[in-house]
């Protein structure tokens, strides 16, 4: 009983100082004086310091620095402002050139020009120009939709109110940086964790005024739409905005050739600790606008760019334990508890040792003394061990034959591509079966790209599972609701929030159907491609059939190894059963097609034989970006068959004999209004 006072005393305060901050900070309306807002702050302090239980995410523990305001009026972004996919070494330096050549199907000693630009660690804003005047500022958000920060972003000395240079498009979103120099920092770092923290904290203040007391800067290197923009190259684009009177940072460099990277990296790590500006890497574009045009984007970030992080921190730790984690798809994933480092100012304790191979091969031991890296929002892991600091009775590392979880053997499969036993070993148990799997193959199953439902995180899919209330995901959609609200830290308001936003996602699309489900090797990417292809669930449902597998071998992307993912996933009894439950109970809409009406609208293509500078990949991209399809099958339903170089005869034979037409490369390109 006594417990559950503090309980109750704690959470009033809680919601006593969520009250004042909500009036200070997103009404601009104080309700009460600093002095006893902060007597409240160092109560609240006292109770959690005493009462290691209590815990709350509104607790002033739980907020670094102000607290930004949830009042802005939220705005969808033109163009997405998408992420970008990191390189670490030399080696992924390398495919990325490899994967533009193969894309835009030239050949490897294609010279391929880049704008490497340091990769400052802020926040990224949005600026819309029009006519010349700076109307709106937005920021990130989630990508797809920012917050309107106009007013804060005003504040900001770096950003022009008035373009007056000659060739400034008649509109456009000029996209960059937003943060905070070191040196200005270090007279405010009582009130921020870092200075991204303090650059992204005030740019959220909801009165202006707050925000300009920080000296923030704002650094400029990309756009979202333009109207009216002339300008050919990232190069060009760069000094077009210093012109404008943009800032562009002093360190960025036109660079041909995978070598000439490393080398500027190099250079640039070696001054990293003089700028007053902190960077985490440097950032890979390809300088040419029709280049990256074509090239395009892979799920949520551009194929023709890449950002090389710089290497990690590092500590030497010991470890305490060797822990076995159990992911979605089976694999056995040890982890080593470590003596908690501080390791470039985060607090590790935990670092993976990625998988069985990586243990023998570097023969890591409990109680040894290892090198743990951390680089960036990248999982911590071990380096090496110090042998000379081995103690002479450890024991070599047995990696479990059983999976912990369920019991059952564990695997090492063999990989079709590399023709190599996997370095993962698996649990050999199909998926629900065993406990661990199930559990995160919920979590999947209602994470973001999934579906998405709000509120229902990790430890509430462990919960539930805890307590029975959900096995398969097809139990979230019956709920026992009356249970849950009798639960402890659950009441009418949160079971009723958890209600909405599960009974919200009951309509949901078919490539977010399909990557929910988890099939091995089928990440969003492919559930896209799949989706595209098949249109609707019947036609997914309909894969059960061994038959119709083969159809997905014509989707470029799609090889043996995931049809054989595929087929396993069909050919499980739980997972029919699952998909049988949720068909009944969700609504899955059709796949939407590209443009509605493009230049080669109702009109069905298949392509046969090598075109000419451009991949199979990007043709077939091509075709749908302007509303056509492709087709795998020669039948009267073909409109057009494109022949490149050495054509399969039997096609074009066919294609003669049904009367389809045939169109060379040019004939195509003309049809798009395009030239080769
Ligand atoms: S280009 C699609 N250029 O890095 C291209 N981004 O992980 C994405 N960043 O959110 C933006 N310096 O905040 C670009 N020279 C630079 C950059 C840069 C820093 C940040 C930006 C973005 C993040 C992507």
């Not at 009404?27 to 007597?39: A, F, H, Q, R």
């Not at 000379?388 to 047995?398: G, N, V």
């Not at 499980?572 to 998909?579: A, E, I, M, Q, R």
């Not at 097609?593 to 109702?602: A, C, M, P, T, Y």
Request: hydrophobic fraction near 35%; charge should be positive.
């Amino acid at each position: 009983m006594e417990l559950e006072k503090i309980k109750k005393k704690y959470k009033k305060k809680i919601k006593e100082i969520l009250t004042y901050n909500e009036n200070y900070y997103d009404k601009n309306d104080p309700l009460i004086s600093d002095k006893k807002y902060d007597i409240l702050k160092k109560e609240i302090f006292e109770l959690e310091k005493k009462y290691d239980f209590l815990t709350d995410e509104n607790s002033p523990s739980k907020i670094v620095g102000f607290r930004p305001s949830k009042n802005f009026r939220k705005i969808k972004h033109k163009v997405p402002m998408l992420s970008l996919s990191n390189a670490f070494d030399e080696n992924d330096l390398i495919n990325f050139e490899k994967r533009i050549s193969n894309f835009l199907d030239k050949s490897n000693n294609f010279k391929i020009e880049y704008s490497a630009e340091p990769k400052i660690d802020g926040i990224s804003a949005s600026l819309i120009y029009r006519g010349g005047k700076f109307e709106t500022g937005l920021s990130r958000g989630d990508g797809k939709e920012g917050e309107d920060i106009t007013e804060n972003l005003k504040t900001i000395k770096d950003i022009p109110e008035k373009i007056l240079g000659t060739n400034f498009p008649q509109e456009i979103d000029i996209r960059g940086e937003v943060f905070i120099q070191n040196s200005d920092f270090k007279k405010i770092s009582d009130k921020f964790a870092n200075p991204r923290n303090a650059a992204s904290g005030s740019l959220r203040q909801k009165n202006p005024n707050e925000t300009k007391k920080i000296p923030l800067k704002f650094i400029a290197y990309t756009f979202g739409h333009e109207k009216n923009m002339k300008i050919k190259t990232q190069g060009e684009y760069l000094k077009n905005l210093s012109k404008w009177g943009f800032k562009i940072n002093p360190l960025n460099k036109i660079i041909v050739g995978v070598k000439n990277l490393l080398e500027n990296y190099k250079n640039i790590e070696q001054k990293r600790d003089s700028l007053d500006f902190d960077i985490d890497g440097i950032v890979y574009k390809v300088n040419n606008f029709d280049l990256q045009k074509r090239l395009g984007n892979v799920a949520n970030a551009p194929r023709w760019a890449i950002a090389h992080k710089f290497s990690a921190n590092s500590g030497i730790s010991q470890i305490l334990n060797i822990e076995i984690q159990i992911g979605r798809t089976g694999a056995l994933t040890p982890v080593a508890k470590i003596k908690p480092i501080n390791i470039g100012g985060v607090l590790v304790s935990n670092a993976t040792l990625h998988n069985e191979e990586e243990i023998i091969r570097k023969d890591i031991r409990i109680g040894d003394s290892v090198v743990v890296e951390r680089a960036g929002d990248v999982i911590p892991h071990v380096v090496s061990v110090n042998i000379d600091k081995r103690k002479s009775d450890l024991k070599k590392f047995t990696f479990p034959t059983k999976c912990p979880s369920c019991g059952s053997d564990t695997i090492k499969e063999f990989n079709l591509i590399t023709k190599k036993e996997d370095a993962v070993r698996r649990c050999s148990s199909e998926g629900y079966e065993c406990e661990k799997i199930s559990i995160e193959k919920i979590k999947h199953f209602v994470s973001k790209d999934a579906f998405n439902i709000e509120g229902f995180g990790k430890k509430i899919v462990e919960n539930f599972r805890n307590l029975n209330l959900i096995k398969l995901p097809q139990d979230i959609f019956t709920l026992d609701y009356d249970k849950i609200e009798k639960m402890d830290g659950w009441g009418s308001q949160s079971v009723s929030n958890l209600k909405y936003s599960i009974e919200l996602r009951k309509n949901i699309s078919l490539e977010r159907f399909i990557y929910a489900l988890g099939i091995r090797h089928i990440g969003l990417e492919n559930a896209k491609l799949i989706s595209k292809h098949l249109k609707n669930k019947k036609k997914f449902l309909e894969l059960s059939k061994v038959d119709n597998l083969d159809e997905l071998l014509n989707i470029d992307g799609i090889g043996e190894t995931q049809i054989k993912s595929i087929k396993n996933f069909f050919n499980n009894s739980t997972n029919l059963k699952v998909l049988n439950n949720l068909q009944k109970i969700l609504s899955i809409k059709d796949a939407v097609e590209f443009k509605k009406n493009g230049l080669l609208k109702d009109k069905t293509f298949m392509l046969t034989g090598k075109l000419e500078g451009i991949s199979r990949a990007e043709a077939k991209s091509l075709i749908e970006q302007n509303s056509g399809s492709i087709i795998s099958n020669i039948s009267k339903k073909l409109d057009y068959l494109i022949v490149g170089k050495k054509p399969t005869k039997r096609k074009v034979n066919t294609a003669k004999e049904l009367q389809i037409k045939i169109l060379s490369q040019v004939d195509w390109f003309k049809m798009l209004n395009k030239r080769s």
